[in-house]
């Protein structure tokens, strides 16, 4: 093998290798290649779009800030400071040292999806031409170095280039949306970036920061909110504030998805004990419980979809998470029930015309068993977007034949990027339509539906979808 | 696109799209295609084959008591009383209401089974040739209510052309079974309907209409229920009535899939007590496991084989249960255990010649790791087809992968329609028969089997094992 | 139907149906095919090899030893004691008859590895020419009959026939390796068999015989293991033993994985109890977990590697077990969990780089969930290869279509044979290779994965990754 060797994108890369369904699948995909990207959930900040910052260097653009790129090299045995995670700024010595660990275990990415997203871009965003390996690394650092310098690769120029219609934040309920208000002020900004509403953490009485999280919740909304009734108040004040902001939606992930109610009487009993630091961890849990249904109710009155994504257990590898804080990796998945943890919210407002709740799970299990049947009766349900470990062709695959036939195409979500890895996004998304492309050609393969048919829903799948799912 | 599109089945339809497979999958369809229909478990009514009623209107054959079509229209914000549930007898206008809205709908029916059964039904028993749409609805209800207007769509006439071999019921202990005895009495009747004893209710002391139940258990068997020991002998009874009518067998879903015994005074005690109103939940759980493992007693006695089919959410959403009662469309599946929950009766009956138990499951889960393991060692044990939710191309392709290497072919159940759409049977039976032929095709071309072999795997599935499992 | 039908392997079996995708399998298995045996997990005797006496007949080798040939034929009715399990030697006329009762069942194996299995060997092995069947039962008894009586039949011809570089046995700590040693010192032996230390019953203080157990494991090691820390000494210097004599890892089943961890202080308590026959269930199952944990830690010393594979119900049928004992084709698996509960062990040894914890289950549904994001974060967690119920094509595939995309190929362990059925074990690999050169045909296919990386993840596959994997 010479020590380098071409990196080209097939253009049927992804499609069905049987060549009839390959046929179908490149019209279908060829017709959705160039539609809009819409991002109704991730976690690019708003800052880089609003001051319009250069990336510092390919490192912290590619490697750093991505848990999917890191987790991967620490599983062969790379330490993550080697790879600039929680060094601050990096030199650029260290940013050229980490961009060669990961060039020099290329191999280790075989068969994932990160592979995909990484040589999407660095071939179409920017011109690299070589595989990486450690003797190719230097070069291809080099090359996207020389086009952070340059404007065309600026946020807001690659945010044209990807051709963004809308994309939304991930923002703490206290924020004051400052960048979202930037842009909205800009006159020479086109784009539409939406904040998202995200109160886990005021919504855990179990966590230690709570009463000085609900304190600021509270400075905040300028309502106090040492009583339940002015707590359920400033929420409301921040959850419209949000809206009137852009927002579409709110974000939500604990431990599980139950969702049982509590009096309000009990209620107002475990908060006030939980502002004293003296509720018991299962008050704590039965509060937060209540406060998730809670939001379902207000989510009627000011329409913000609600998006829950339960069952993962954070920070699992306790060390790793002192030496380097969330996100980093280390979150593990585990088993998910939604069926009996959603029964309360969905006997009260699962019908509700103004309620939405999209479904996230890494637990694959409840595609068929409970997500299907869910989003197949309820009009509120949505099946989301496969996600996290299972944002990757064969899952999306398993996602769509374990879906498909409880709730058919147009109860799922539309895809999710779900990332803080900015030049990914066109990586992504144009992976989800392309196995989109492939699952429909097999349905037209099998004589299940018309090839007009299956363009038709594969143009809902990227454009209906997401735009009915989160109300855009 | 025009507004009328044409409606046609494509004869390879549902077979795989791989040009040899599909010669295969041709070839082993082709000769099981026309095998006729054993149906071991449903819910047609036995009294619509007695009184040869003919059907009233389409809507009311097609889609009012079809829980399948109608919650994914109430999943696309549908009233149900739009589609006739719970509104007694339609109109010619109401009936007509509703047709339209189906028809109107139709794209959210890409991709499931539902667009499958009512295509076929179309094409293939009332002469439609357009696509369902709001344009074409009115159009296709006059075809079909034509259709129904004439002596060769009464339910006989239709019974010969589905070419129905044999058909179960499923009715209730206390059931006296005139229809079936109507049916068997009379000489112009050459079909077989077979009733199935389903004692749920019975089973539930903790059910608020339990005592007036068992007491008219007893009634009707004519032996005293006010004691434990008669209230076995009263369901001994039953069954041997059910039996005497030609029954196979019995049809259980409770919960759980548990059958932890208990003593015989313990089992009285608690009967005496819930007869009295005072068994605790605990108590009227532990009463009904026991009962559970004492049917499948019964049935080393009586014959009768054991069909389970737990975990599954009955009324999920109150509203819609207070609204329009039960099996509309809002169970939901939750997750199932077999392995811990059945190794009570499967150590005391698991290897008794004359018992049988065919497991189901909407928790794909188990496939692998339990139904077909335990199907793979215990004589008595079968592995039910996949039913209900999973009653679909996709997962009848994950069902077979996921049993077949531990449990092989034969300790499956055969095709289970488990319908009261009558006009649907065809359609479910030629659905399962294309997909397996096509799952075969498949270790036919991986040379994991011969041709001559599948072809005979293909007759079992359809003709030997239903019949073998159900003991017909 | 003749009676006699011909019984030969295709040599494309098992790979990909679709012709272009089959051309890429083939080179890739092509490549593959015959690289040596590496087999670091399995049960077959050290004593065969050493003594290397003959097989006695056909039946003793291919069908009583081996419950995943006789489950099925239990299944369908055939008493264990018809195929010679507990039954001590057979005669010839016993071997015979069971001979023939597999082959009139041959049917009952259509789409089960265990049929792939067998052809091979029948064909490969022992040049058998027919497909067994009823009529052809005795022809084909009397021709591996005749086989097994020439010296190329014997163990250690057919090890060095069978290509394998090294095999590993499964021992009792207790076990003082006589045949192992005979081995080593044997000069005219040439092969590698390695043994593994198996100390499930020494940590487990519920079960009966557990006293008497550590007692004996006292004795052996020469230390008091009447104390808490002379037991762990002597579980330390058994491994060290094991070490010594060539063991590369220790073999870990339990009821679940959890490996919570105890106070010496606590743990010594317990242990005093549990001498005393005075634990509580709960607090012999708590110290059962921390001794887990402890062989973690004594891992990180002695570089023993760890398997884990918890999650089976062990002899489910209980009049079964009484009447031929364990390993008979009765365990059932059950549900399993592994990020809680291996979240004490990899906190405090997880990223030890002498460390190693290889994964098997037989619940998938952990594949993707639990096991692919573990060995993609973890430097010391590996994915065992699919196992038991599982080692067979279709969940082969399921098994790299849930793991790749996560953890990648490298962090899977390669195959692991697990049998006790010496002529077995090259049909398994072999089926192992096929699978996964038509998984790496299909990334190929769809362009994911150019074929040289394909070519090169094979080897990887087959050979550095069960060296890496087992330290070998």
Redesign the interface.
Known sequence: ?PTT?PLDL?P??????????REVARRLYGAAQDLPITSPHGHVPAEWLAHDLPFTDPTSLLITPDHYVN??L????VPLSALGVGQGELSEAEARAAFRVLCSHW???????V??WLESQLVEIFGVSVRPSAETADAIYDQVAACLATPAFRPRALYERFRIDVIATTDDPCDDLAAHRLLRADPTWTGRVLPTFRPDRYLEPGRAEWVADVDRLGEVAGIDTGSYPGFLAALEDRRRYFADHGAVSSDHSHADARTDTLSEVEAGRIFAAARRGEATPGEATALRRHLVSEMARMACDDGLVMTLHPGV?RN?????HAAYGSDV??D????V?F??AL?PL??RY??H?NFRLVLFT????VF???I????????S?YAGAPWW??D????MR?F???I????????TSGFIDDTRAFCSIPARHDLSRRIDAGFLA??V??????E??AH??LYDLVVTNPRRAFKL
Do not use: C, W
């Open positions: 093998m060797v097939h049927d890369r992804l499609l069905p290798a049987d060549p009839g369904l987790r991967l620490h599983a062969h045995g191999s280790a990415y075989r068969g994932t999806p592979r995909v257990r699992h590898h306790g060390p790793t990796g280390t593990i998945p585990v088993a029930e069926t009996e029964a969905l006997n699962g019908t015309p890494i637990d694959e299990d068929s068993r409970e299907g049947p869910l989003a197949g009766f309820y009009p349900v470990f299972l990757a062709p064969e899952a398993r769509r034949g374990a498909t036939e409880s709730a058919g195409f147009d109860k097999q349905l393969g099998e004589h299940r539906l018309s007009e048919e038709d829903t």
